[in-house]
């Protein structure tokens, strides 16, 4: 894997696979990375992916101006929750009929890069039958696919989990692109109240590292997420702190593991307080914390910042989202937003067929809101009181 903080790959230098065999020595003068093999420091071992040149090219679609990804990868669990919330049954036709809405919503290719998909949307259909990969791709809108396999309990830790799934993920990534993936996504989580662990912070980051380097090597675009979550009382200043650690292992471990910078995403937390802090923080403070974080830790190579919403209100994290956007930023500073952009709309459809159109209508709303923030030109006029509500979820499951 080239790893492009020291090297932009081009056409040009771009090796197939077939060209290199690992542990080998330079057979080909045009290369898009090199390194000194450790064993023999007078040859030189090629590290490159064939797919480098198209994994930049996803990643710069995918942050692309006004526009950002909708985040509807949540576990058939998670979305029978959701479902739940509107007296549905959490069964395969309920869930299809949620995700078709949410994919034939018109237009929402003018707001939306990017779909992170669960796997059983990967690889379904609509209700009228089409494939939903091909419905996105024809509203210009890049399929991605959730990989990791859930957080479990980090033994000796303050109480705090890991996130699972390295095993056989190279061989399910393949299948993933095959079937029209084109990024993936990776979560783990650190809290503040538990520590956070020396362990936890490591182990999240080696994780994340693992699973970009995976994803690269077998065509798919790594959205890199250590997600700080907001439960606990600290202030805006401990968030600071703790996010700053975490970035430094995140891209400490990046490094070591040849990750190509230029193919991939963040999807960072804002810098906020916790959830039970009784100092709240203005949208200008947000904004002012989290650049300042993302300045000290991001390389500038790095595309896209797409935000989490984490538990923010709808209205609350698209204000937050469009102050950081008022001044030039040298990464696309976006959004990857799952309850923020759907909520209003799931309560409007309730499940009713008659209501598709206007579920679709506050989705477009949600959308649109985004993209303007993503341009620093959002305002806040005419929004709904449902769209304020939620504000900071204590304990927001995602």
């Not at 590290?47 to 090219?57: F, P």
């Not at 993936?181 to 990776?186: E, G, I, Q, T, V």
Request: glycine share 8%; net charge neutral; charged share 20%.
């Amino acid at each position: 894997m080239a790893s492009a903080s020291l090297f932009k790959p081009s056409a040009a230098t771009v090796l197939d696979k077939s060209d290199w065999v690992k542990g080998q020595t330079l057979r080909q003068a045009n290369v898009s990375a090199v390194r000194f093999n450790a064993a023999a420091p007078s040859a030189l071992t090629v590290r490159a992916s064939s797919y480098a040149d198209e994994l930049v090219k996803t990643a710069k679609t995918v942050a692309s101006p006004g526009r950002g990804i909708l985040a509807m990868d949540e576990s058939n669990a998670t979305c029978g929750k959701r479902l739940d919330s509107i007296g549905l049954e959490n069964t395969e036709a309920n869930r299809q009929a949620y995700r078709t809405l949410l994919v034939s919503a018109p237009g929402l290719g003018n707001y939306i890069s990017g779909a992170i998909l669960f796997e059983e949307t990967l690889y379904q259909s609509t209700t009228d039958g089409k494939k939903i990969v091909d419905v996105l791709l024809e509203q210009g809108i890049v399929p991605g696919i959730k990989v990791d396999k859930g957080l479990v309990p980090l033994a000796f830790s303050n109480d705090e989990s890991w996130c699972q799934g390295l095993d056989g993920l190279a061989s399910r990534s393949a299948a993933y692109y095959q079937q029209g993936a084109r990024f993936a996504k990776w979560r783990t989580v650190v809290s503040i109240p538990n520590g956070p662990s020396a362990l936890a912070v490591k182990e999240a980051a080696w994780g994340l590292a693992r699973y970009a380097a995976i994803s690269q090597d077998n065509g798919l675009v790594p959205i890199v997420e250590p997600e700080i979550l907001l439960d606990g009382e600290h202030g805006i200043d401990r968030t600071f702190e703790v996010a700053q650690k975490v970035w430094a292992e995140v891209f400490f471990y990046l490094a070591e593991n040849n990750v190509m910078f230029e193919g991939i995403l963040l999807k960072p937390s804002m810098v906020t307080p916790g959830a039970d802090c009784k100092e709240r923080a203005t949208p200008e403070q947000v904004a002012s914390y989290t650049l300042s974080l993302l300045h000290r830790r991001i390389p500038p190579a790095v595309p896209g910042i797409m935000f989490l919403s984490g538990g923010q209100s709808e209205v609350e994290a698209t204000l937050n989202l469009n102050a950081m956007n008022q001044s030039p930023n040298p990464w696309h500073v976006s959004f990857s937003y799952a309850r923020a952009l759907q909520n209003t709309c799931l309560k409007t459809w309730g499940g009713r067929p008659e209501n598709v159109k206007a579920a679709q209508d506050a989705l477009l709303q949600r959308a649109s809101a985004n993209s303007l923030a993503q341009l620093g030109k959002y305002t806040g006029e005419g929004e709904s009181e449902e769209a304020k509500k939620g504000m900071f979820v204590k304990g927001y499951v995602y």
